[in-house]
Every structure is written in C-alpha cells, then in structure tokens.
Nanobody, 122 residues
C-alpha cells in the first residue's frame, strides 16, 4: 500500500502564498509521475500540475504555481503564489508509481492518492 501525506494547507488572504508538500515512505514514487489535483465544494476534481517526463500546469495556475520534487526524500511540492479566492479547494497529491511518463492532468487512472490538505483563500 502506497501512502501519500499532504501538508502545508491553510488559510491565507488573496495575494498571499502557500507551499504544499506531499511525502511518501514508498521510495518507488520517485520513479513515477506525480501530480497535484484540487477539488472545490460542488465541483469536480481538476488537475493543477504534474511532474515526471515533463512538467505541466493547468491554465488557471500558470505563472503563479510551481511544482517541484525532491526524489531523495521523496517529496513533491507545490509553491502557490498570488493566491486567488478561486484557488480555494482541497488539494490532493497523486502518484503514478513507477510510470515516469505522465498521463495528463485528469483524475482518472491515477492509482494512488493522498487524503488532501485544505487551502482557503479569502
């Protein structure tokens, strides 16, 4: 069982910044694509950014969010700057264990998920 644990969420004013982290005790996650997704109340889960064979961002966050990873730990990060009210959501980390080529910023098909961390922008 692959466990992913997100942290770093919180409440922030519009224009502020937060940095999310996603850690795993499973070393094999370093060999696979990882991504951040988010889900706002009443909305479908949507992709935010992915890191693997390439780095990809949703249009809504380009220029404001930066995904990075430290494979020595392994840990996935999401630096979020210039936050907006519409960024309010539960943010989830996902791992495609062992598959380095990213499948895209769609929720379907990702085998492993964290429990999420709440981000609230007011």
């Amino acid at each position: 069982h692959v466990q992913l644990v997100e942290s770093g969420g919180g409440s922030v004013q519009a224009g502020g910044s937060l940095k999310l982290s996603c850690t795993s005790s499973e070393y094999r996650v370093r060999a696979g694509c990882m991504a951040w997704f988010r889900q706002a109340p009443g909305k479908e889960r949507e992709g935010v950014a992915s890191s693997g064979d390439r780095t990809a961002y949703a249009d809504a966050v380009k220029g404001r969010f930066t995904i990075s990873r430290d494979n020595t730990k392994p840990t996935l990060y999401l630096q979020m700057n210039n936050l907006k009210a519409e960024d309010t959501a539960m943010y989830y980390c996902a791992s495609d264990l062992g598959r380095w080529f990213c499948r895209g910023l769609v929720p379907s098909g990702w085998p492993y998920w964290g429990q999420g961390t709440q981000v609230t922008v007011s």
